[in-house]
């Protein structure tokens, strides 16, 4: 079984970035991400709404032939609480694929308290 990916973010930080790797399917390496769209979704876990919608999910690749993307938060989360997240990757002709689930941990940092 795979080990669920798992980050820790804060209320309230303005820009909270979540780093990936996308892995082929097979397990053979990275994931060619050249002309991929990728978006990310997060929703508070016994919720059924995510937390953000439309170009707010968007992914930025940062190294499409290792298949390395990042998500930069567009707004901070205020509610603590353990959320699930998920990558949506379009290769474009209808052909979807969606990542692992991921946990992020959402909690109040010492300087808040």
Do not use: W
């Not at 050249?34 to 930025?60: D, H």
């Not at 930069?72 to 609480?81: A, H, Q, V």
């Not at 052909?95 to 992020?104: D, G, K, P, T, V």
């Amino acid at each position: 079984m795979a080990r669920i990916p798992t980050y820790k973010i804060f209320t309230n930080d303005t820009l909270p970035i979540l780093k990936f790797t996308i892995q082929k399917s097979d397990g053979t390496g990275p994931q060619n991400l050249t002309s991929v769209a990728a978006k990310c979704f997060l929703r508070l876990q016994g919720q059924s709404n995510n937390l953000l919608t439309g170009t707010q999910t968007n992914c930025n690749i940062t190294d499409a032939a290792n298949g390395k993307l990042q998500y930069i938060l567009p707004t901070p989360i205020t509610d603590p609480g353990i959320y699930t997240g998920q990558i949506l990757l379009d290769f474009g002709g209808g052909q979807l694929q969606r990542s692992e689930r991921f946990i992020a941990e959402v909690e109040e940092g010492i300087a808040n308290q």
